[in-house]
């Protein structure tokens, strides 16, 4: 067969979304949305199962975090993820029904409530700012 009638098939590039919060029904909830709109989703109950997520998962990534959570809240999470270079190339996206300020390395909140075609759009956006960022 000569080489014009080869074909390479690249793999499609996997946007993968990493949903932290402490609530079980909110966190599968989020991941059961973003799976649908075509995401690989991986999940943490916090921060500090976060970090361990975060340091393995394939890359273009957006970490979805909730402030509020026990042991390393989502604050803390923003922070130590905009100040690591392991780590700094994740779009982290806030999700908050109390604060107004936004935390050092969130690229934006979302405020609860929110519906799934705001989520989505967010998301969308966070992976659109990523491609044109350039760390990307």
Known sequence: MSAA?????LPAVVETVVVVDDDDAVR???ADVLSLDGYEV?????????????GKVARPCVALVDLVMP??????????????????????????AGRDDVPPGCYAILRKPFDD???SSAVREAFANLARSPMA
């Open 71 to 96: 042991r390393i809240d989502g604050w803390e999470l923003a922070r130590t993820i905009h100040a690591s270079p392991e780590l700094r190339d994740i779009a982290v996206l806030c999700t908050t």
């Open 117 to 119: 075609r705001m989520l």
């Open 28 to 30: 599968e909830a989020l």
């Open 5 to 9: 009638g080869l074909f390479v098939i």
């Open 42 to 54: 991986m999940t943490a109950r916090d921060g500090d199962e976060a970090l361990r997520v975060l």
